[in-house]
């Protein structure tokens, strides 16, 4: 398996939509490089007395349907060029579930494993400081994304409230519902991926009450395979893994115990009745279902050929490589692209802004409604692009994606 830089294969994935759109140069030229990009240190106090630098970022990276919208991580392994590939992919994301919105994203280059409670509140304010001239619910409104949770908005909210002397709880979003978060939002994610995997099984005849597999058993993970039985009507989770370990049960497992083990333990590398087998391994069984929730470049020229599921639903950034889109495609498998399969969260951070902006809140069974009416639009429209230009699904959700931003830029005569 090769390498990446994951924004030269956004890059690529965006070429290949062009041509199919007969885009004209400039219009390629401006979609393919980032509309503004803020880059700077960050000075922290740590509870040793010390201060300690961070390098931190902000990629906003086209706004031209509307303020940029994407998460902050906190990562030791962050660079620019992760960080530009993520703002890029929330672009077309946003797109393709006919949001008013652009794509961003940032990042703080720190380990949030060894950091404290204090430490960690610090380094979220001095972020929010060094962007929040460039910040708004009319400009770019960050939310969680790896290593940051609703908290870290909440205190990245106050510092911006703070700096500006007025309330904008739509600023951030993600927040607890306390302050100004939404209900629906704790599952969004995943509810949105079960979503597209009911409508894919209703296209292509497989049985959605099958087996299925996890790979990443983190919130998106735990809520996929709860939400899987619920809107799917059952289905035998057999596989599942964390960073810890992966456990397997051809019988499989009872989901709501095994998120709770999880949420107690930590991992589920050690829970009872479990086959423990190889990480690579899980991707390769025998399943209707595949989720892969976990990591980049999981699914990539290596195992491709050895994947048995029939539908592939992403619900990590990135877990298939452009190599393996190809052969998974040509194997008929139905491969969920996570602009798509992930959009859940988005839409509903959209609502809370909505809700935010007008200080009236939706109940879960609404928030639903919008999110189940959203996804299943989406996934049809690009089902349709696939059909319609021949090509396997990641690109005909690209070209959707691609499509709707550069109609957008002409029209405002960027280009």
């Known amino acids: 398996m ?3 830089n994951s924004f030269r294969v956004a890059q690529q994935q965006i070429f290949e ?13 401006l ?6 990009e803020f880059n700077f240190t960050l000075h922290v ?3 040793s007395g010390k201060t300690e630098i961070f390098q931190g970022y902000r990629i906003q990276y086209n706004y031209a349907r509307g303020p940029a919208k994407g998460g902050i991580r906190f990562h030791p392994d962050e660079t620019v060029d992760t960080i530009r590939a993520l703002a890029c992919w929330m672009t077309w994301k946003t797109a393709v579930v006919d949001l008013p ?6 990042g703080v280059c720190c380990n949030p494993k060894k950091m404290s409670e ?3 509140e610090n380094i979220s304010r001095e972020y929010v400081r060094a962007i929040a001239s460039s910040i708004g619910v009319d400009k770019d409104i960050p939310a969680p994304d790896v290593y940051t949770n609703p908290q870290t908005m909440a205190w990245m909210m106050d510092e911006y409230e703070t700096i500006i002397n007025q ?7 993600d927040k607890p519902t306390q302050i100004g978060g939404t209900e629906g939002r704790r599952d969004a994610t995943a509810r949105g991926g079960v979503i597209t995997v009911r409508e894919a099984c209703k296209k292509l005849g497989v049985n959605p009450t099958g087996k299925y597999a996890i790979q990443g058993f983190g919130n998106a993970g735990q809520r996929a395979a709860l939400l899987h039985q619920e809107i799917l009507g059952g289905g035998k989770l057999i596989a599942a893994s964390d960073s810890r370990g992966a456990i397997f049960n051809s019988e499989g497992f009872d989901t709501k115990e095994l998120v709770q083990y999880k949420l107690k333990n930590g991992t589920i590398a050690d829970f009872p009745n479990a086959k423990k087998i190889p990480h690579e391994s899980l991707l390769e069984l025998d399943v209707d279902i595949l989720y892969p929730a976990a990591l980049e470049n999981a699914i990539h020229d290596g195992n491709a050929e050895n994947i048995k599921a029939k539908i592939v639903c992403e619900l990590a950034n990135g877990p298939t490589t452009p190599e393996a889109d190809i052969i998974l495609s040509n194997r008929g498998i139905q491969v969920i692209p996570d602009i798509l399969a992930s959009a859940g969260g988005v839409t509903v951070s959209y609502l809370e802004m909505v809700q935010d902006r007008y200080s009236f809140f939706w109940d879960e069974q609404s928030i639903h409604k919008i999110v189940d009416e959203k996804l299943t639009k989406a996934y049809h429209r690009v089902d349709e692009a696939v059909r319609d230009k021949k090509v396997h ?6 070209v959707v994606g691609v499509a709707r931003v550069a109609e957008a830029c002409k029209l405002r005569g960027w280009v």
């Open 45 to 47: 106090k740590m509870d």
């Open 31 to 36: 979609l393919t490089s980032p509309q503004k």
């Open 118 to 120: 204090r430490e960690l």
């Open 17 to 29: 939509a062009a041509k199919l759109l007969n885009l004209d140069e400039a219009t390629i030229k």
């Open 167 to 173: 309330h904008h709880p739509g600023a951030f979003t």
């Open 393 to 398: 699904p990641r690109l005909g959700a690209m």
């Open 2 to 4: 090769q390498s990446y």
């Open 101 to 106: 919105l652009g794509g961003a994203k940032g």
